[in-house]
């Protein structure tokens, strides 16, 4: 069985996972006379030297095809479902700077298709094949507003009618919904986070530096694991950091000292064969919550409860969103910081988008090869919705059985929304200004998990502590993890005890 | 003083560094009444997703203003040597995702120029400029052969004329040329990889995997010094891997099992504040050289001595590659792969290009911004020489005091460079084919430091252990590095006792 695995212990991903998404979009199909071509991605330099930058493969082709190496194409015949890999002719001299080069024979076991020619071969194949269409991937992502471009091909074949509006919808769906084989990867991938979330936690003390953390997770996902690539650039925010929602980037490098008395919030999520894992964990950094830190904390963690309690096939998405709003509105209640106003119920509260001030991003996003993963919005699904916090969402589609998603509510002090909230009469009423000042600068809390839905609810893949009880017993001397009893099974962390 | 640092003990870099920089380029060009004009890095995307890839600055625009944001420009008023910085106008939603938006008043305290303006402000402050020219980088890089391309202004102005012509030789030879704060900086890199290199040794033992060497190397680097980013992909090569120049890529990545009695050859350099490292260690994977270890990896460390003997202003680079092939083909011969000839000496074996087949690369590069830095062949300097292992020199210039590069002779069995000159009968000769075979798929052995030229020979920023004697201890029990005693004075390393 040809398969990917880097390392002694790595997961091991079969090949006939690729052949799997291949089958399921040839027979999705209706034009059945048709290719399919897609290009790999091409290895990248640093500006104009000659820094070869590590290269990762495009989502979409990893998909279809699972290969490592920059510089293929590939083409599917729909109707026979036959695979072709199309390899770089490599030059003699490659193998004393690069390493034995491997044939097409070679490549041909190790990826599991039908056949594999070279790049210089694929416009004569094309010409030959009995096909009157040929299909290319054009789209926007909904996440970026970018483009998916479709290949230019220098000597376009005359045999074939090419089209570039089929593809995108169909294959961008079905990358939403999972297989086994990827859902068994996604699960690993998570799991691998989770530890390496639980070393972080045991390894950062006040007086170090966030940096520090962002070390101890990669070394730790690598060293163990095989982890090469990670999912996106790690947040590891203390002190007032956790309120800047994508802090840790180039302009803000993960560069404060950690001080006694600080949440952590350390947003960190591994990639193996070019899926993604990403989940936030939120700790005191001296291993012992304050009681207001407890109040904040434990609505975030109420807030996955809610939205746990109706994830399932059939649910929306925006509904899962208002139901976190709710909980964290409620403990901004709790903390003094909101009061409620006679007549106006906790629901109206977020109606009123009252809930944008703490949590102004999405709840979650899909998740797959791209950490925010394809198909959010996508024709004859529901459009983006509007207001604070909503606009954010990256999908506002109806849940259902194969989705991987990240749930992620969280609660923030950020000046910018609090004064904007204040500016605003219908907000301000709710908020008790002498008591949000006392929280300004101290950061905030998110709690981000990885799941997938079954044909009746959800499995969570992220198998982190996540109780109060839980994250104080880690931090502290001796403290197991993975636990021996499982106190939190409506989080449904799955094999948590066995894993 | 303004400075650049990441974490508790890392290395401060003043960004007078930077203004140096700018002043020796306005003070050697003749061209005064002109700007010069840069655009810096901009933020680049995975693909078409959202997936922001961490940016690194370019390295022009980092020597000339440090700036670690991107989507800057930066331009000097010739005659005045007065800096400008534009730096992008940022929505003010960009703060609950990226933070604080940081104004022009505080860039201009943290990259000491003489203004910062919005990148919008740009053309009006050209326009209002008094000189004549505007110039502009343009040129080819000789290691990746590929162009700098100068900016494209939207509305050029037109009281400048723009020249493309005059800034890019001189710039890129000023660039060779080290100022003693690039030197101490250069040194530090080197001492963290040094280091970092020490710990891996410390910690790969047979039966892991090379990637977990990776591993090592970069959390040590990173964990305790800051170094985020990396001077390129790292080599862990094992077995018969150190045979492939630059395994470690995406189709060959750092893959292999170490096998008790493997070779490890471990290439990994780390970047600060965008100046890199590139330092080669190699040893028994067990602590314990075999004889035959010894003669190749001895004849590798006398090609690094050889060098040392000459390497001063006024040798020529290429005389010390010469240098370094003789003393491999002399291990060659003591090792009995190689026979003399009555009649033919050493020198004449160098001239024959032998050396080309155990040594197929060139003895080293400039290092600076760029690990192969920019500079090794621009107009008026000695151009590319020909024949094996020769043409591909990185420069073949005159060395001169403040240029910093790698000495980096190796020894390799790689059947493609064996069979060739079986192949040729001028070089057959003196191969010893039943002794050769043997070596097949053993590897290869380098030995890489960076140093810098001074006034009357060169420094050894490399404190990494290299005696045979230095290695086996490190690797085994107890030992300690630094070492108590510097045994090979020859080699120059600095501080090495007191670092």
Redesign the interface.
Known sequence: MAAFS???NSFVVPMSMHAENRSRLTSSLSTQNAIILFEG?SAK????????L???Q??YFQYLFGV???GFWGAIHVQSNKSVLFCPRLP??Y??????I?TPAQFKEMYEVDEVLYVDEMESWLAEQEASTLLLLEGK?S??G????PPKLPNPPANLTVDTSILFPILANQRVYKTDAELALMKHVSKVTSLSHVATMRTIKP???E??A???F??YA??NY?C?NF???AICACGP?PA????G?????N?R?INDGDMALMDMGAEYHCYASDITCSWPVNGRFTDSQKIIYGGVLEAQRKVYEILKPGTSWVDCHRAAEKAILAAMVSLGVLRMIEGVTLDEMVEMRLGGVFM?HGLGHFIGL???DVGGYLPKFPERPKGPGLKSLRTARTLDKGMCLTVEPGCYF????IDNALADPSLARFIVPSEIDKYRGTGGVRLEDVLAITGDGFVNYTVAPRGIDEVEMVMGKGGKWPPVEDKYPELRREDLLTM
Chains 1, 2 share one sequence.
């Open positions: 880097l390392g002694l991605g330099e640093r500006n104009d030297t000659d820094h070869e590590l290269f990762r495009e989502s490592k190496e920059p003699a001299e193998q004393v700077w690069m390493g034995n491997t992502n996440d970026s970018s483009m998916f471009v007086g170090m530096m940096y520090q962002e070390a101890t990669h070394h690598y060293f095989g090469r999912a996106y650039t950091d800047v929602l994508h802090y980037h180039a302009g803000a490098p560069d000292k102004p791209d950490t925010h950020i000046d910018y929304t």
